[in-house]
C-alpha cells in the first residue's frame, strides 16, 4: 500500500471516532434539523465542515502549534467559544414555541425561517470557537502523518476528513428531518429548545473548564 494511502486510512481510522463523538456541532445539527428544517441543517453541516479545514490550514501551517503553546491565545480561543456557546443556549432557551407541522416548506410559519448565511455561519463557528481541535488534529497529524509528507497531500488529508465530516451530519439531518421524525417532535418542539439550550450551556461550562496542555 502506497504510504499516503495509509497515512490516510490511519487517520480517518482514529477520525472516525471524533465524527460521531457527542458534542456542540452534533448538537447543533439536531437542533437546525428539528426547529428549522432539512435546508438549513444541511447548510449547518457544510460550515462545519468548512471550519474543519480551517483547523487543518492553521495545523498544517504550524499555527496550531503556537495556539497549543500560548496560554493567552489558548485562553483567548476558548472563552470566545464559551461565549458563544452560552450565547446561543441562552437563545435557545428564551426561544418561543415553533410550529413544526409537517408540510411544505414554503408554508412553514415564520418564526421557524433561517437565512443560508446564518445556518452556515452557525456550524462554522460552533466548530471554529472550539480549542479542542487545534489538539486533536496537533495529536494524530504528529503521530500518524511522516513530517516528510508534502503539504499539498495534508490538505488533501483534510478534505477527505471535512468530507466525512459533512457526509456524517447530512446523514444525521437527513434522518432527523424525515417526516415521522418531525411529526414526532412537533408536540415537543418548545422542549427541544429548552434541552438543546441546557446542553449548549452545559458545553460551555465544560470548554470553561478546559486547559491547554
Known amino acids: 500500500m502506497h504510504p499516503y494511502l495509509l497515512e490516510l486510512a490511519s ?13 456542540a456541532d452534533l448538537a447543533m445539527v439536531m437542533r437546525q434539523s428539528l426547529l428549522h428544517g432539512r435546508r438549513e441543517a444541511l447548510i449547518t453541516s457544510f460550515g462545519i465542515g468548512t471550519s474543519l479545514m480551517f483547523h487543518v490550514t492553521y495545523t498544517i501551517l504550524g499555527l496550531g502549534l503556537i ?12 472563552w ?8 446561543i443556549g441562552y437563545k435557545a432557551l ?6 413544526l407541522t409537517v408540510q411544505p ?3 412553514v410559519g415564520e418564526k421557524v425561517q ?3 448565511a446564518k445556518s452556515f455561519l452557525l456550524g462554522f463557528a460552533a466548530n471554529a470557537l472550539n480549542p479542542k481541535p487545534v489538539f486533536f488534529f496537533l495529536s494524530i497529524f504528529s503521530t500518524v502523518v511522516s513530517v516528510e509528507t508534502p503539504i499539498a497531500v495534508k490538505f488533501c488529508y483534510g478534505l477527505v476528513m471535512a468530507t466525512a465530516l459533512i457526509a456524517w451530519f447530512v446523514g444525521v439531518s437527513l434522518f432527523m428531518t424525515t417526516p415521522v421524525m418531525r411529526a414526532r417532535f412537533t408536540r415537543v418542539s ?8 441546557v446542553v449548549f450551556i452545559g458545553l460551555g461550562l465544560k470548554l470553561a473548564t478546559e486547559r491547554a496542555a
Open 105 to 107: 416548506k414554503e408554508q
Open 190 to 197: 418548545h422542549w427541544i429548545d429548552r434541552v438543546s439550550g
Open 11 to 23: 487517520l480517518m481510522a482514529i477520525f472516525s471516532f471524533g465524527i460521531i463523538s457527542p458534542g
Open 80 to 87: 470566545c467559544g464559551v461565549a458563544y456557546l452560552f450565547y
Open 67 to 78: 495556539i497549543s503553546q500560548s496560554i493567552y491565545l489558548f485562553n483567548l480561543v476558548k
Open 114 to 116: 433561517q437565512s443560508a
Open 94 to 99: 428564551r426561544a418561543k414555541k415553533a410550529d
